[in-house]
């Protein structure tokens, strides 16, 4: 069993759709939640940060982490054509040395105009 | 822009061959990761450096190495190639303070023919 599991899509929407990103995992070690985007052919880049449990917001983003069932969601409100890429989740653990991240395997989103 | 720089973008060669990937990291960041991905694997971690020393190891070939330069630039040895190496190669940095937020690059495309 993976550690981080993520629904690998394909999702496609229409512009202006609410679109919701799903993560599980399994193992309780884990403290820091990440979601990266990752255009076609790009490098990841960091869209949302959250530390434990709770929800976080940013523009039409919102990172929602649930310790208690392993469970973490990102929510896309209004998603537009730009939204169009894939998102990863990850994740790490508190440790002494050294610090890297679990990653999913990705969602592919398309949002369609 | 990541401020994370990788070159070159792509790279083309034969089985058996050795090459060299190359990072420079955000200014100020000391933590250099390197991670593979390919369309079956996902993103897979392979090793980080801090501060010119070898930190954390997850997934590296013994026929890959890497160092991390007084400079912190990075280098990310592949020999002995084989047509399963072929992928896209992202290092990231991240700064101490936070060391589970990681800027990645973006990426060098290996192509084993």
């Known amino acids: 069993q993976k550690e981080v599991e993520q629904d690998p899509g394909p999702l496609s929407v229409p512009e202006g759709a609410i679109v919701s990103l799903n993560c599980t995992y399994s193992n309780s070690a884990f403290q820091y939640f990440m979601w990266y985007r990752q255009y076609s052919r790009k490098g990841p880049e960091l869209l949302m940060y959250t530390y434990s449990s709770g929800n976080k917001e940013d523009g039409r983003f919102t990172a929602q982490v649930d310790k208690s069932s392993k469970y973490i969601s990102l929510f896309i409100r209004d998603s537009q054509p730009s939204d169009s890429a894939t998102y990863l989740c990850a994740m790490s653990a508190v440790e002494t040395s050294g610090s890297r991240l679990t990653f999913g395997e990705g969602t592919q989103l398309t949002v369609n105009p | 822009d990541s401020g994370v720089t990788q070159t070159p973008k792509h790279l083309i060669t034969a089985t058996g061959q050795r090459v060299t990937l190359r990072c420079s990291p955000r200014?100020?960041?000391?933590?250099v990761y390197w991670y593979q991905q390919s369309l079956d694997q996902g993103l897979q971690f392979l090793i980080q450096y801090y501060n010119g020393e070898e930190r954390a190891k997850g997934n590296i070939l013994e026929r890959f190495s890497a160092q991390q330069f007084p400079d912190l630039h990075s280098e990310l040895n592949l020999s002995s190639l084989e047509l399963g190496d072929s992928a896209l190669y992202f290092c990231a940095s991240s700064a101490w303070s936070e060391g589970e937020k990681l800027f990645f690059g973006s990426g060098t495309q290996l192509s084993v023919l």
């Open positions: 200014s100020g960041d000391l933590s």
